[in-house]
């Protein structure tokens, strides 16, 4: 699909992957509206940027995506790719005592559920336009989990399968339906799990344009194509390189 002129919805796009995907859309002529919770963010990442609109909305609660929905609707009839990219994650690990349901419990809502709400609010704007975009960010740990990432891991690999289900079932409208899948990136996000190891965030950002732009769904991000490979042979073996230490 085309990667210029369009109006865009990012969800967490104040930060991390969100704010270099808003940069290069912004940059190729896209209109971008970013949301996150927190206004100071999202105020100082618009002031990076050109041709974007900040608003202030959490996805995780009901009446701020309803206000958003409605916003939208109202204010930008043109909406054509929303990109789900907002998230929440909790380093523990399953043992007695970590109140793992709670921490699951705010990581799913956020991760997967508020996706799906969202996305099912929007579906009828984008259905009119004549070509539209889900984009659905997982994680390489949707196709193999980390140990100190039980609900995140969880989350994401409930998005993946949502997100192919989706995709079959709008397979015969306007709007198609992709899946991020980056590895370990080098964020604030994933600094308590040694994100200063991983990929920057600018290079999952094009890697995304270019799928766009080639109608590539599943989108395997630096070395989640090779983990994925191996899963494919051996998920035991995989399961060890990605807990490789742990």
Partial sequence: MKTNNNTVLIT??????GFQTAKLLSEKGNHVIITGRNAGTLEKAAAQLKN???IVSDVSKEEDVFALVKKLKAEFPALNIVINNAAA???YTLEAGVNAYDKASHEIHTNFLSVI????????LLEKQAEAAIVNVSSVVAIVPGVRLPGYAASKAALHSYTQVL????????VKVFELMPPLVNTEFSKEIGGENGI????????LLEALATDHYEIHVGNTADLYKLFLSS???AFKVMNAGR
């Fill in 235 to 237: 998920p035991a073996e």
């Fill in 12 to 17: 967490g796009g104040g930060a991390g992957i």
């Fill in 89 to 91: 994650a909790e380093v």
């Fill in 167 to 174: 995709r079959h079932t709008l397979s015969d409208t306007s």
């Fill in 117 to 124: 709400r969202l996305n099912e609010l929007l579906l009828p």
């Fill in 200 to 207: 920057p965030p600018a290079a999952v950002a094009e890697a």
């Fill in 52 to 54: 974007v609109t900040p």
